[in-house]
């Protein structure tokens, strides 16, 4: 069963057609990477999914249950996560406070025990840094951990922002150009922590970038969009082949 | 990767933390527990070394704290900027003062003089106007949220001016809330000092509660939601952050600090009020309070309310040595107007040179000395 099914999504905004008809599946451990020219309505499909934009047309199944309608808070505690294209961390607060933050939805206690800071809230506060802990370690932000993160370089930001998505406990991460930006020891450094993401954690990915070698090297599968409009559907090399992202990408021969 | 439990202090390295409790406690330094501590026992010192006129005025900057953590809370912590916080004040003191009221009385009164009673209940009315007044707030943010409420202040006062019943009348005012805890009246010598030095523990223990109460919102999910509304509210939603939810949060609480500081004001300062002292003035104070003293932090707020308030008392003092300034507000330049100005010039002076307040103060002479004699 897939993780995500998108079928026939149409998005416009008075007039302008964002969106239309992208219909696509993410398995199990996948990584679909979504590619097409500025404009081409990448972002916007990212949008749709966590609940900020409401598309006209089609329907969004994630883990079985509809989600277009929902607010995009009910769709995070289902366990979709994402990080954003330009960085929108939590710019006052530390990179430790950033990536507890993204444990928000496991959290059970109220306002009267985080008032008392006694039993639950204790506890579970101290649950989550342990586990926000073994996030800092996997993306090796521990020099970090006490910075805010107005301060850190745009690279670690970029790294917070994951890890906050990461520690959502997501069951799918959407990462909106993780590379843009960095340099090529920066984008090295991503890549093999998003294929660490997906084989160490098994967790499925949607992997919106323009750098195309990194995108042919690491995505399962390829989705191509221009204009809002699903141009092609495939493996990397089937995708590469299409004289129809040709078309897309150089113009017409 | 393991992580353990124990905590084991080890001799000589005060901040090598073995546990996450350690490392996440409230006073995670022994110094910051020495300080606090200190700081407590200074304050309860005081009421036994100072004369009952400074302790009024240093109980009344104490109430003044508790309102300003309110207001920190709703501006500083969450970024929804309020300049209503006065109508919430004023709807505490009212509350309270009615509950307590002489029912036989020429204002309105229920005779509930149970200090237990009347200032929860205090806090909860005005939480519940805060709740009424916060889906405002989720529809507007930044400047238009902040005219919003600034007319709630208007609309507070015209009501409080027109309902004689409640409020006495404009110019004539009525009782604030009487202090009783278990058949024992505060507000009368007794035990453990005069009036003045027994209200000044009372607000003290009060403000203590409070602020730890605060520390703690602050450092828990909620704490954190509120600053992720405050730098991005998108991203805080997308990361499960419920937006609305969280910002009549937000007013709730701190519309209850702002209900039991009310209700406690003028208790501690003279006993009697007037509709009139609910003003925007007062709002005006308690933002200064918050820029002054430190946006987003508690121990920021109490600084900034003790400056602010034992502000006024300087500069009534200015007419011996400044002869210019009148002592007589029919004349200008007289007193308050110089002490209005100074409330605007100290929130640029502030705003420019050091924004992060007193507490920001605080922080430049801490890490100076942290690395005394060595500058780095």
């Known amino acids: 069963m897939s993780v995500l099914s998108v079928r026939d999504v149409g998005l416009s905004f008075a007039g302008v057609t964002a969106i239309d008809g992208v219909s696509f599946d993410v398995g199990p451990a996948e990584l679909l990477a979504v590619i097409g020219p500025n404009g081409a309505g990448k972002t916007s499909i990212f949008n749709v999914l966590s609940g900020v934009y409401r598309p006209q047309r089609g329907s969004v199944r994630f883990l079985g249950q509809p989600i277009l309608g929902l607010r995009p808070h009910r769709i995070a505690a289902m366990g979709l996560a994402r990080t954003f294209q330009?960085?929108?961390?939590?710019?006052?607060?530390?990179?430790?406070?950033?990536?507890?933050?993204?444990?928000?939805?496991?959290?059970?206690?109220?306002?009267?025990?985080?008032?008392?800071?006694?039993?639950?809230?204790?506890?579970?506060?101290?649950?989550?840094?342990?586990?926000?802990?073994?996030?800092?370690?996997?993306?090796?932000?521990?020099?970090?951990?006490?910075?805010?993160?107005?301060?850190?370089?745009?690279?670690?930001?970029?790294?917070?922002?994951?890890?906050?998505?990461?520690?959502?406990?997501?069951?799918?991460?959407?990462?909106?150009?993780?590379?843009?930006?960095?340099?090529?020891?920066?984008?090295?450094?991503?890549?093999?922590?998003?294929?660490?993401?997906?084989?160490?954690?098994?967790?499925?990915?949607?992997?919106?970038?323009?750098?195309?070698?990194?995108?042919?090297?690491?995505?399962?599968?390829?989705?191509?969009?221009?204009?809002?409009?699903?141009?092609?559907?495939?493996?990397?090399?089937?995708?590469?082949?299409?004289?129809?992202?040709?078309?897309?990408?150089?113009?017409?021969? | 990767m393991t992580h353990t439990d124990r905590k084991v202090r080890i001799w000589g390295r005060p901040l090598l933390y073995t546990s996450y409790a350690q490392d996440m406690a409230l006073?995670?330094?022994?110094?910051?527990?020495?300080?606090?501590?200190?700081?407590v026992l200074f304050a309860l010192a005081l009421s036994q070394v100072l004369v009952d006129h400074t302790l009024e005025l240093l109980a009344t900057a104490l109430v003044a704290a508790i309102g300003a953590i309110g207001l920190n809370l709703v501006t500083g912590y969450a970024g929804q900027v309020s300049l209503g916080h006065a109508f919430f004040l004023a709807i505490g003191a009212y509350t309270a003062a009615a509950l307590s009221g002489d029912p036989a009385g020429r204002t309105l009164g229920f005779g509930v003089t149970n200090l237990l009673i009347w200032l929860p209940a205090a806090g909860l009315v005005a939480a519940l106007a805060g709740v009424l007044v916060a889906p405002l707030a989720t529809r507007l943010r930044g400047l238009y949220l902040a005219i919003v409420t600034l007319g709630l202040v208007f609309l507070g006062e015209h009501v409080f001016k027109e309902w004689d019943d409640l409020t006495g009348g404009p110019g004539v005012g009525r009782p604030a809330a009487a202090p009783e805890l278990f058949g024992w009246r505060l507000d009368r010598p007794g035990p453990l000092g005069s009036r003045e030095q027994q209200l000044y523990l009372l607000v003290l223990v009060v403000l203590v509660v409070f602020a730890v109460g605060a520390r703690n919102l602050a450092r828990s999910r909620i704490g954190r939601g509120f600053a992720a509304i405050r730098d991005r509210d998108i991203a805080a939603e997308v990361m499960g952050v419920p937006l609305t939810r969280y910002k009549v949060l937000a007013f709730g609480v701190s519309s209850f600090y702002a209900g039991c500081a009310g209700a406690l004001l003028y208790t501690v300062s003279g006993g009697y009020f007037e509709a009139g002292s609910f003003s925007l003035l007062l709002s005006v104070q308690y933002i200064a309070m918050v820029l002054i003293g430190g946006v987003a932090t508690v121990s920021g707020s109490i600084a900034g309310a003790l400056f602010i308030t034992l502000l006024s008392p300087v500069t009534?003092?200015?007419?011996?040595?400044?002869?210019?300034?009148?002592?007589?507000?029919?004349?200008?330049?007289?007193?308050?107007?110089?002490?209005?100005?100074?409330?605007?010039?100290?929130?640029?002076?502030?705003?420019?040179?050091?924004?992060?307040?007193?507490?920001?103060?605080?922080?430049?002479?801490?890490?100076?000395?942290?690395?005394?004699?060595?500058?780095?």
Not at chain 1, 143 to 172: D, N, S, T
Not at chain 1, 190 to 210: N, T
Not at chain 2, 341 to 362: A, H, K, M, S, T
Request: net charge negative.
């Open chain 1, 86 to 253: 330009n960085v929108e961390l939590f710019h006052n607060l530390t990179v430790l406070d950033n990536l507890m933050l993204g444990r928000h939805c496991h959290f059970r206690y109220g306002t009267p025990a985080a008032l008392l800071w006694l039993g639950r809230a204790r506890r579970e506060e101290l649950a989550a840094r342990a586990k926000v802990e073994d996030i800092i370690d996997f993306l090796e932000l521990a020099a970090w951990r006490r910075h805010p993160v107005r301060l850190l370089p745009y690279g670690i930001q970029k790294r917070v922002e994951l890890g906050r998505a990461l520690a959502m406990e997501p069951r799918l991460l959407l990462l909106d150009e993780p590379v843009a930006g960095m340099n090529l020891e920066e984008t090295e450094d991503m890549a093999r922590f998003v294929l660490d993401i997906r084989d160490e954690l098994g967790i499925p990915l949607v992997l919106v970038d323009h750098d195309m070698g990194l995108v042919m090297d690491l995505a399962d599968r390829v989705l191509v969009l221009d204009f809002g409009r699903q141009v092609a559907l495939g493996t990397p090399a089937q995708v590469q082949r299409d004289p129809k992202v040709i078309e897309a990408y150089l113009g017409e021969t």
């Open chain 2, 27 to 39: 006073f995670d330094t022994r110094a910051k527990k020495l300080w606090c501590g200190g700081l």
């Open chain 2, 316 to 376: 009534r003092e200015l007419p011996a040595l400044l002869p210019f300034i009148s002592g007589d507000s029919t004349q200008t330049p007289n007193v308050f107007q110089v002490e209005t100005v100074l409330y605007g010039l100290l929130i640029i002076v502030f705003l420019v040179f050091e924004p992060r307040g007193l507490f920001g103060l605080w922080l430049r002479v801490r890490t100076y000395w942290k690395s005394w004699p060595f500058s780095y």
